[in-house]
């Protein structure tokens, strides 16, 4: 068996779930410090531009799996509180839906929750990464500024990312955690309670 796939580490989710929040994360940051260093930044640009991108990529990927931490969290502490609060039954659904077993082939649903969670887990850590994102570039637009016009700059730097990670956690990553949890409790009402 692929050691890959054993531990759920398929090409787009490295990609998607990982790589790419963790990019929009640390992108200002690596602008920081290739300001900071500008001989560190030559080196990189004029003799070595793989082991350029292997840093980037190898920043992204931490910075990646600590968002999806920090989405894991958000998840269970607030969207699964908030599921028990309204379906008494929460918990207790989750729970039998880990024991279910397939005798015959995986049912579409399995698979659908797969990409339901898959698409939660990349607005989750998105989401979080902006938060950092914005973070990082109101600390570089103290001394670079990005935009001359300060209209242009505030919705950017600010306005912008800060809205959509609030639109990706609050409402998308919400929605996906109720649509998880629906089709938990069909698969559970289908499969255990037989």
Known sequence: ???LTTLN????????QLITPGIIAGFPYILLFFNERPDVRDFFLTENKGLLLTFIVLVALVMGIILENFGSRIEVLFYDKRHSKKKSD????W???LLISYEDSEPIGQRY???ILFRMKFEL???????FMTLG???YNLTNTIFDSSTLNCFVVYILPLGTSIYLLVFEGWW???VLADTRKALVKKYYEK
Not at 90 to 93: A, F, L, P, S, T
């Open 1 to 3: 068996m692929d050691k």
């Open 9 to 16: 580490l398929t090409f787009d989710r490295v990609l998607i």
């Open 90 to 93: 929460y918990y207790d659904i």
């Open 176 to 178: 996906s955690s109720e």
């Open 125 to 131: 850590s998105t989401g979080v990464g902006l938060i």
């Open 95 to 97: 729970k039998k839906f």
């Open 113 to 115: 929750l797969r990409n």
């Open 137 to 139: 570039l109101g600390i």
